[in-house]
């Protein structure tokens, strides 16, 4: 199957798409890391139109990944064509992960490519591709050398093609989930050296999904103890307060284990917590 173009794109997005279609064509068989994300999204779709059945797609599922966002992914795999799998991890249980250190994302990304190398050895050694983009490599994210350990390739990031391009470019193919927020994994909202459980993990799945469903579609939901502090883009802050009733908020969020709610002034700033690292 070959996605067509179907919006326009400049020169250089243009360069960008067909550089990728041959990055990926050069692969025998590749296994993709695979959230459900714009970024993982559009090189399973190049993968499945290029390498048709000689590419799958796996998804990491554990208490790091909020449910609605496993049906997204499932969905958009179905949409695209490609093979989809699903393994569970178990980076819970790891110490380097639940204590929440400053380099936790490392121990997760660890743990998931340890089975993502068992699943791609058993399909002809598959090599391993995820989404990582051009602009990752400025934000501090310490998954990227776990991944690297592990002999992942990040075409998106070998071809420096950038956020805004990764969106103009799945646009452009009629990929449905082009503007789709993006969502770090659940563990993110959680303060470096507050401990990270199950149950809190869920109880941020349960919060962010609920702002999602009253129409608001970018919120981060912070989680310190046993507070809520939701974060939402700073030019909808007015709209959410007019259009949702304080009590309703609250009544919900004590529903699910809160005792108490915020909502921070400053607005949605991706990384908030890492603002205060200096390792990037």
């Not at 989809?84 to 639940?98: A, L, V």
Request: charged content about 25%.
């Amino acid at each position: 199957m070959f996605f067509s173009q179907l919006e326009f794109l400049n020169d250089k997005e243009l360069k960008q798409l067909e550089l990728l279609r041959e990055f990926i064509n050069t692969i025998d068989h590749a296994c993709i890391a695979y959230s459900g994300g714009v970024d993982s999204s559009l090189v399973a779709t190049i993968a499945q139109e290029q390498l048709g059945s000689r590419a799958f797609a796996v998804t990491g599922v554990s208490p790091s990944l909020a449910p609605y966002l496993l049906k997204q992914a499932r969905l958009q795999a179905a949409w695209i064509g490609i093979r989809h799998e699903e393994c569970h991890t178990q980076e819970i249980n790891e110490p380097n992960y639940f204590k929440n250190p400053e380099n936790r994302c490392f121990a997760c990304k660890k743990e998931l490519h340890k089975h993502l190398k068992q699943i791609s050895n058993r399909y002809f050694s598959a090599q391993v591709l995820d989404g990582v983009n051009h602009d990752d490599l400025n934000d501090y994210r310490p998954g990227i050398h776990a991944s690297m350990q592990a002999g992942v390739r990040s075409p998106l990031a070998e071809l420096k093609i950038n956020k805004k391009s990764i969106r103009s470019i799945s646009k452009s193919l009629g990929l449905p989930w082009w503007d789709k927020p993006a969502q770090p994994c659940l563990a993110s909202r959680i303060p470096f050296g507050e401990e990270i459980s199950s149950k809190r993990l869920e109880q941020i799945a349960l919060a962010e999904e609920w702002i999602i469903n009253q129409g608001f579609k970018k919120v981060r939901v912070r989680s310190q103890g046993l507070s809520a502090r939701i974060e939402l883009p700073k030019n909808e802050i007015d709209s959410f307060l007019k259009i949702i009733e304080k009590d309703k908020i609250v009544k919900y969020f004590l529903s699910i284990g809160f005792n108490s709610i915020s909502l921070d002034l400053e607005g949605l700033i991706s990384g908030k917590l890492t603002r205060d690292i200096n390792v990037i």
